[in-house]
């Protein structure tokens, strides 16, 4: 059965955000972009809400196809046309009670009970999906337990205030750390399991 892996980049203090939506805290080297590449080639596929979908669609169709350089933070231009191959052309699965334009392809609209439309796609045989969510979509595969890995790039930078990554929590999850390591730019990376135990 595939699984769904959640990636997301954290503050310390637990934020994926600033409260105006802002990014630019985020940090980068050849470490960590090597191991988002690794994810994005393992998995058949992304897992987006409308939200995280609309805002990524705006960058990656064109990403890689200029002669500047290197937007985004990324360490080499080579690198962000890898990125943005990755991103262009596996299917990316976009779950929203709307109608979004998806104009950023291949991609299919999933609009049905997010508990069985998950089971649907997990039962399909491949490899894994990662989930790319913001927080209210990341918020709903948690309540639902619906998430089997969370690999969570924690910075480190305590925003303060911002969009928490548990706000929407509604009930204890407890963890088993599959591994942690710390990168150059101190950036630590943690991947953690459903525990099975709990």
Known sequence: ??????SMM????GMIAKSDGDLEWFLTDD???????????????????????????????????????APGGFTSKEREIEFARLMNEKPKIVFSRSSPELSWKPAQLVSGDLAAEVARLKAQ??????????????????????VDEYRLMVH???????????????????????????????????????????
């Open 1 to 6: 059965m595939r699984r769904v892996i959640l």
């Open 31 to 69: 470490q960590l972009e090597s191991e988002m590449l690794e994810l994005l080639k393992d998995v058949d596929g992304y897992l987006f809400g409308r939200v995280a979908y609309q805002l990524l669609s705006q960058f990656w169709p064109t990403a890689g196809k200029s002669d500047e350089e």
């Open 10 to 13: 954290v503050s310390l203090d």
């Open 125 to 146: 045989p491949g490899k894994d999906l990662a989930l790319f969510a913001g927080a209210s979509i990341a918020g709903a595969f948690m309540n639902l337990d619906l």
């Open 156 to 198: 480190p930078i305590a925003l303060g205030k911002g969009v928490p990554l548990f706000g929407d929590l509604t009930a204890e999850r407890r963890f088993a750390l599959h591994s942690a390591r710390t990168l150059p730019s101190g950036v630590v990376l943690l991947r953690y399991e459903r525990d099975e135990k709990a």
